[in-house]
């Protein structure tokens, strides 16, 4: 399978993890880690540190100029998402319900789960306050932990389901639970932290979430769109974007009760997203895709990567850059309109 059909399946949450060995190998050293299929990006205190294929984890002290493999991993899973608490302590998720736990800023690895036999991916996680953390994936999996990723317990995920939405149909299954027609739960593609308490999950078939008291309960969001969602933008104060395949993207100026459908000028899946200062925001996709706003994500400029890789998800280093991860590896992506970002950043 080529680097760009294994991100189609990843982003796509089309097939859950296959069942690995008992005791899973650590990730190889790899001359060319940081240009190797990498799928999500954190921050640790001033360093970046990236996850993806076969367990590789890099880290950069110069903002996405070099890179180094962590040499400490205890898993060659494909790994789909990273966050940190502070600056040295983080999580990492993957297939095979796989979790990392660092405590040197991704410098080495701890496992502390791995279930294989489930042959479920998690595809995110989010690192909260307190030590506080939840990871999600295929088939409505929920973990949390209350130990910083030391443990882990599983959760049944459910939601109040959304109000009646005028002219249209609400989901089967609403909530993460079984419909007649997929067999299992809706897969939770990612999990993002808005201002205070509240948290955003995307999810396939046009399920949208929100909990406003750290994950503790959860509602249905209304929607417009019934393909899949790969990513929630918070902008500030109730104003979020929802984004996700052929290039759809939704903006709600009240948490997520109302959409607006913005033009983006593409039909690539859109699958990364980050705040460029205080009115700017960028999105990041497949086919090379990134999409800049410098108005509160209320309009969008395609500006096209040249050589088409795709990419999964991106960190801001100011108005006028970004560091972004894909098909290709780790890239630094100089931004159109600095001047104008710069004039708006806090």
Same mark, same amino acid.
């Given at each position: 399978?080529?680097?760009?059909?294994?991100?189609?399946?990843?982003?796509?949450?089309?097939?859950?993890?296959?069942?690995?060995?008992?005791?899973?190998?650590?990730?190889?050293?790899?001359?060319?880690?940081?240009?190797?299929?990498?799928?999500?990006?954190?921050?640790?205190?001033?360093?970046?540190?990236?996850?993806?294929?076969?367990?590789?984890?890099?880290?950069?002290?110069? $903002?996405?100029?070099?890179?180094?493999?962590?040499?400490?991993?205890? +898993?060659?899973?494909?790994?789909?998402?990273?966050?940190?608490?502070?600056?040295?302590?983080?999580?990492?998720?993957?297939?095979?319900?796989?979790?990392?736990?660092?405590?040197?800023?991704?410098?080495?690895?701890?496992? +502390?789960?791995?279930?294989?036999?489930?042959?479920?991916?998690?595809?995110?996680?989010?690192?909260?306050?307190?030590?506080?953390?939840?990871?999600?994936?295929?088939?409505?999996?929920?973990?949390?932990?209350?130990?910083?990723?030391?443990?882990?317990?599983?959760?049944?995920?459910?939601?109040?389901?959304?109000?009646? +939405?005028?002219?249209?149909?609400?989901?089967?299954?609403?909530?993460?639970?079984?419909?007649?027609?997929?067999?299992?739960?809706?897969?939770?593609? $990612?999990?993002?932290?808005?201002?205070?308490?509240?948290?955003?999950?995307?999810?396939?078939?046009?399920?949208?979430?929100?909990?406003?008291?750290?994950?503790?309960?959860?509602?249905?969001?209304?929607?417009?769109?019934?393909?899949?969602?790969?990513?929630?933008?918070?902008?500030?104060?109730?104003?979020?974007?929802?984004?996700?395949?052929?290039?759809?993207?939704?903006?709600?100026?009240?948490?997520?009760?109302?959409?607006?459908?913005?033009?983006?000028?593409?039909?690539?899946?859109?699958?990364?997203?980050?705040?460029?200062?205080?009115?700017?925001?960028?999105?990041?996709?497949?086919?090379?895709?990134?999409?800049?706003?410098?108005?509160?994500? $209320? +309009?969008?400029?395609?500006?096209?990567?040249?050589?088409?890789?795709?990419?999964?998800?991106?960190?801001?280093?100011?108005?006028?850059?970004?560091?972004?991860?894909?098909?290709?590896?780790?890239?630094?992506?100089?931004?159109?309109?600095?001047?104008?970002?710069?004039?708006?950043?806090?």
């Amino acid at each position: 399978m080529s680097a760009r059909a294994l991100l189609l399946v990843l982003l796509g949450s089309a097939s859950a993890a296959l069942a690995a060995d008992a005791e899973p190998r650590a990730a190889e050293p790899a001359r060319l880690a940081a240009r190797s299929l990498l799928i999500a990006i954190a921050q640790a205190g001033e360093r970046l540190v990236a996850v993806g294929d076969r367990g590789i984890i890099v880290f950069s002290d110069d $903002r996405g100029k070099s890179w180094t493999q962590s040499q400490a991993v205890p +898993t060659q899973a494909l790994l789909t998402g990273v966050c940190f608490f502070d600056a040295a302590r983080g999580i990492a998720v993957g297939h095979d319900l796989v979790t990392l736990v660092t405590a040197d800023a991704g410098r080495s690895w701890q496992r +502390t789960h791995y279930s294989p036999e489930a042959q479920r991916p998690l595809l995110d996680v989010w690192c909260g306050g307190g030590g506080h953390a939840i990871a999600i994936g295929a088939y409505s999996t929920y973990l949390v932990s209350e130990d910083a990723g030391a443990s882990w317990r599983e959760r049944d995920f459910s939601a109040a389901p959304p109000p009646q +939405t005028a002219g249209r149909k609400p989901h089967s299954g609403a909530g993460g639970g079984h419909d007649e027609d997929s067999g299992g739960g809706f897969h939770l593609n $990612r999990i993002v932290a808005a201002e205070g308490a509240r948290l955003y999950i995307a999810g396939e078939a046009g399920h949208l979430y929100r909990s406003d008291d750290g994950g503790a309960g959860w509602r249905e969001l209304p929607s417009p769109y019934e393909g899949s969602f790969f990513g929630v933008l918070p902008l500030g104060a109730d104003a979020v974007l929802a984004y996700g395949l052929r290039g759809n993207l939704l903006r709600s100026e009240d948490g997520g009760a109302s959409w607006r459908k913005l033009d983006t000028g593409t039909l690539a899946m859109l699958d990364g997203g980050a705040r460029l200062g205080a009115q700017g925001a960028v999105l990041v996709g497949l086919a090379g895709v990134v999409l800049v706003s410098h108005d509160g994500g $209320r +309009t969008f400029t395609l500006v096209q990567q040249a050589d088409h890789s795709g990419l999964a998800a991106a960190l801001a280093l100011g108005p006028g850059a970004l560091v972004a991860v894909g098909e290709d590896g780790a890239r630094v992506v100089e931004l159109p309109g600095a001047s104008a970002a710069a004039a708006g950043a806090p």
